[in-house]
Every structure is written in structure tokens, then in C-alpha cells.
């Protein structure tokens, strides 16, 4: 399925759903550059668009440092690999509209089991039906079939970013798929950025914690044809244990846990999160 811009898919629908670790330079140096793409971060993230419950959960996404540590500016190419409830794409599609692209990677629902299609219309409607137009209209979305994963042209983006998806992926038995998709479709020297759970340890193939080990993540980048360039503590968050009867999804925003366990998992926070930043040679 080829990228189309949301504002016609929106008529269609309605007719018709810490601190970094570098190992190489860090692209969020301070330089007279970095101050204007600061500044326009500031102004993004302060957008009287953004969801309520979004602007909440700021203080654990840590979205201007973790943009930053990504290297993100205003005038790329940027795919963002499932972007479900649009938590990024509120900030990323105004960001990049006025000089670079911002194309949402959304499973295409022919794609998939009937049973499945539901969730990935929602996801398409999700993005579709933000507003106002005038901040989303150039952002595009791109379907694409899990088995043989394509997010454009190659050599089209770049940068490509994906947030919490990685557990998914290792459940569907498609992650290295996924990983050569992001291979294909950046440009050599593009960024490739990872933010996931984070297991303290290896975990076995059948594990559905949510959680997933660093070294997982980058065997699977590495196996992909991708460098480790850094990693960050942008999104950590030591006070997660890791081993609550539900997995991540104990935790908050998902809170899956008995009423009388609240004050013990709000306390706890988010998920301990790795991020992660790789280069396309």
C-alpha cells in the first residue's frame, strides 16, 4: 500500500476507521543547530493539539530528550513503526510538516487474519481523525504486510523510530523481518531508534512479560545490518521490579492490576525502558 495523506484518508474513513551514553558522537551536541531544533521541540510539545492524557504521561516518555538523543530534525524523512494511540505522531507530524515527512507505518488490515483487522483500523482511524487538519494534513501513513514488511522506497527515509513494539514482534515471530524492513528503508547513515521494555536478562521465546533484553534488541539490529551508535538512560526507570503478575501491563498507563494495588503500581511508574540508537552504514 502506498503513503496518503491523512486528510483525504479521514473523508474515506467517515464515507467508509537520564543522560546518554554515547559511543560515537552525540547528535544532540550543543551547536547554534541543535538550539533551533530545541526550540521547535519546545514549540511541539507545547501544541494546544495534543491530547490531555498524552501531555500527562511527558514526565515518563521524556519525549524532547529522547527526540534529541535520536538525532531528529525538522527537515527528515521519518517513518514511525506502529504508531497506535498517535502518542508520538501528535508531536512528530507537526514537527516535520513544514520541511520534512512524517509517515505512520500501520499494519494494512488485508493483510492480516480477520480476526485482527479491527485493531489495525482503529490504529488507521487513530491517526486519520486527529485535529486540527491544518497540523496534520501532510502527514502520511504507509500499510504494510507483517510477513514481508515494507515501509517504502528504499533508502527513502531518514530515520525510523519505533516505541514499544519490539515484544510484539518477538511474540509474532516476525521481529528480524521487521528489523530488515528498517534496513531497507533508510538511507546509508540513517538512524534506526529503539525505545522497548527493558528485561534484566535474557528471556525465553515464549515469554509475553512485554519485556525484552537489550542484547535481544540489538542481535536482532545487528543481524539487520545495523550499528550500535548509543544508548541512553533517557527512559529508565529503576524502580521497576519487572516481575508483576501482568507484566508491563501491570504498570501504568495500562494498570492492569487489582484496585487495591494502585498506590503500589502508580508509585512504580512506567516501565524501565532501554533506548537505543543505530546507524544504517
Known sequence: MKPMLLAPLLSALLVACGGA?????????DTPARADTAAALDRVIAGSWRTPEFVARDGARHPKETLSFFGIRPEMTVVEI???GGWYMELLAPYLRERGTYVGAIVDP??????????AERGRRALAERQPASVFDRATIHGYDPAAPRFGTDGSADAVLTFRNVHNWLSAGNAQAMFEGFHKVLKPGGVLGVV??????ELP???RSGYVAEQTVIALAEAAGFR????????ANPADTRDHPNGVWT???TNRHDAADAAKYRAIGESDRMTLRFVRD
Open 205 to 207: 521465546a515464549d515469554d
Open 82 to 84: 506502529a504508531p497506535g
Open 228 to 235: 550500535l551508535d548509543a544508548r541512553s538512560e533517557i527512559n
Open 251 to 253: 504498570l501504568p498507563p
Open 21 to 29: 551514553t554515547a559511543v560515537t558522537a552525540d547528535p544532540a551536541a
Open 110 to 119: 488485508a493483510t492480516v487474519a480477520e480476526n485482527r483487522r479491527e485493531a
Open 196 to 201: 522497548e521494555h527493558r528485561a534484566d536478562r
